[in-house]
Structures are given as structure tokens and as C-alpha cells.
């Protein structure tokens, strides 16, 4: 069965960095786009980012921008969010999450989600 | 971007009622572009529906979403006590695809 297992997160201070990995398994990884959504304490859900599955095109939400890098190795089958100069409003817990179809875009719902990971920004 | 209205922000019903949730765009998503996901506490969400008809993998027909353009319903007939969690619509017609801010379905 598909399984999505987060790992890396943690408290970290407001302009630092901090890296979350996502190991897949139970599915042909490489042939799946890849995402990322996040959920803030009691808040709803907001995607991040996208990587295609051969991880040549990438896309990003506003919020994240120019401090947020997505990428993957096929090879390991890992999904990793580079995420730099962070903010206390990046405070959440992040989610890798797949879409049911092999297509690039975020314009596409979720049909695996992994259990996520919580980062909290603070000083 | 699509900002997705959901209300009411909390129903508070009783096991074998049924419950109607409501999630309204702000422009058009056409009839299939819409999608339902229910969480509960320390749980990632987990998809219900999607498109015009689409139920997901295990879903009981319990659970059905309606709607077009720019308002959608989620029904659950019959609740039943594992049914009480947090409701939240996604649409998928435009990028970025974007999410309501949740119903909590609560038990009276």
C-alpha cells in the first residue's frame, strides 16, 4: 500500500533553516508528481509546492517563494522541502502528499497524504 | 486565487441524523472541480469525494458530494460516530488549488 513517512522537523528560530524529507513506498515513485501542503495550529490547509516526477519543473506557493526549495531523488524514493530564512508564520505541520494521477499542476486534489511533520519557527 | 467559504464553521448533530455542509466559491469551478476531505485529531486528511460523482477507496456512500459552479455540498447520511471530525473542500480548477477553512461536525 502507498505509504508517505515524514521526518525532519522540529523548533527552529526565526531566520534559520531546516530541511523535511518524505521517504515513499507502495507506489512507482518516479512516475508521480509530488507535493507539499501545510496546515498552521488550528488552521486550515494551504499547498506549498509541486515537483514533477522527474523533478526538472518545480512551482511554489506566494507565501514560500524564493525561501522554499522542493526536490527529489528517484533513486531513494524521497521527497525533500529545503526550507530557508524562516518565519514565525511558517510555523505548521507539513504534509508530502500525492495526487491520484500522473499529472503535473496544483490544480489536482489528494488521494495520499502522509502524517506529517510539525516545524515551529520561534524564538 | 479561488477563495473557498465554508459554513457553518461548526454543526453540532446527533448519530443517525444527517448532515449538510456547505462550501461556496468565489468565482466558478465549473462541476467537477471540487473535493472533500475529512480530518480528524493528529490525522492527516483523508479524501472523501471528488469531481461531479467520484467517492474514494473505501468511502461508504454514506458520503456524497454535490454542487456546480459555485456552490458545493457535502451530505453524510445516518451519522455515525466515527462520521465527528473536521470538513474541508479543496477546488482543483485553478491553480493554485485551494482550500475552505473547514467545518467541524461536532456530537450533540
Known amino acids: 500500500q502507498v505509504q508517505l513517512v515524514e521526518s525532519g522537523g522540529g523548533v527552529v528560530q526565526p531566520g534559520k533553516s531546516l530541511i523535511l524529507s518524505c521517504a515513499a513506498s507502495?507506489?512507482?515513485?518516479?512516475?508521480?508528481?509530488m507535493h507539499w501542503v501545510r496546515q498552521a495550529p488550528g488552521k486550515g490547509l494551504e499547498w506549498v509546492a509541486i515537483i514533477s516526477n522527474d523533478g526538472r519543473h518545480k512551482d511554489y506557493a506566494d507565501s514560500v517563494k524564493g525561501r522554499f526549495s522542493i526536490s527529489r531523488d528517484n533513486s531513494k524514493n524521497t521527497l525533500d522541502l529545503q526550507m530557508n530564512s524562516l518565519r514565525v508564520e511558517d510555523t505548521a505541520v507539513y504534509y508530502c502528499?500525492?495526487?491520484?494521477?500522473?499529472?503535473?499542476?496544483?490544480?489536482?486534489?489528494?488521494?495520499?497524504w502522509g502524517q506529517g511533520n510539525m516545524v515551529t519557527v520561534s524564538s | 486565487e479561488i477563495v473557498l467559504m465554508q459554513s457553518p464553521g461548526t454543526l453540532s448533530l446527533s448519530p443517525g441524523e444527517s448532515a449538510t455542509l456547505s462550501c461556496r466559491a468565489s468565482?466558478?469551478?465549473?462541476?467537477?472541480?471540487l473535493a472533500w476531505y475529512q480530518q480528524k485529531p493528529g490525522q492527516p486528511p483523508r479524501l472523501l469525494t471528488f469531481g461531479a460523482y467520484g467517492r474514494a477507496t473505501g468511502i461508504p456512500d454514506r458520503f456524497s458530494g454535490s454542487g456546480s459552479g459555485t456552490d458545493f455540498t457535502l451530505t453524510i447520511s445516518k451519522l455515525e460516530p466515527e462520521d465527528f471530525a473536521v470538513y474541508y473542500c479543496q477546488q482543483y480548477a485553478r491553480s493554485p488549488g485551494t482550500f475552505g477553512q473547514g467545518t467541524k461536525l461536532e456530537i450533540k
Open positions: 502528499a500525492r495526487p491520484p494521477a500522473k499529472y503535473y499542476g496544483s490544480d489536482i486534489y489528494f488521494e495520499y
Open positions: 468565482q466558478s469551478v465549473g462541476s467537477t472541480y
Open positions: 507502495g507506489f512507482s515513485f518516479r512516475s508521480y508528481a
